[in-house]
């Protein structure tokens, strides 16, 4: 029984028909979105997480949703931010290691 299960798992691996593979390389695969969206989705998360803050003005006094759609609202809120953050900081240090073409060198 048990080297049945050890020959059994060696040649699964040797076939590559692990259970789990399709699944974690449908799960990890490269996302591309168009440009324009991908620009956008800092301001969209900011937008959602205010939006969300904002609808807690609205629910009944009382009611087990706010403290659900508050951390909600901060999450997306501090994910909007985190990322145009670090979007901002990247496109700033590129620009500051490129060279200027513009000015002279010294020979």
Not at 25 to 42: G, H, Q, S
Not at 95 to 102: I, L, S, V
């Amino acid at each position: 029984m048990h080297s049945n299960a050890v020959s059994h798992s060696a040649s699964t691996a040797k076939n590559g028909d692990e259970p789990g593979k399709k699944v974690r390389k449908f799960l990890f695969r490269k996302l591309w979105l168009p440009r324009a969206i991908y620009e956008a989705l800092p301001y969209l998360y900011i937008l959602a997480g205010l939006i969300t803050l904002i609808s807690g003005i609205y629910l009944p006094d009382g009611t087990w949703m706010l403290p659900y759609v508050v951390l909600l609202g901060l999450v997306c809120l501090h994910a909007g931010l985190a990322v145009a953050t670090l979007r901002y900081r990247y496109s700033h240090r590129r620009q500051k290691d490129q060279p200027d073409h513009n000015t002279r060198h010294p020979k």
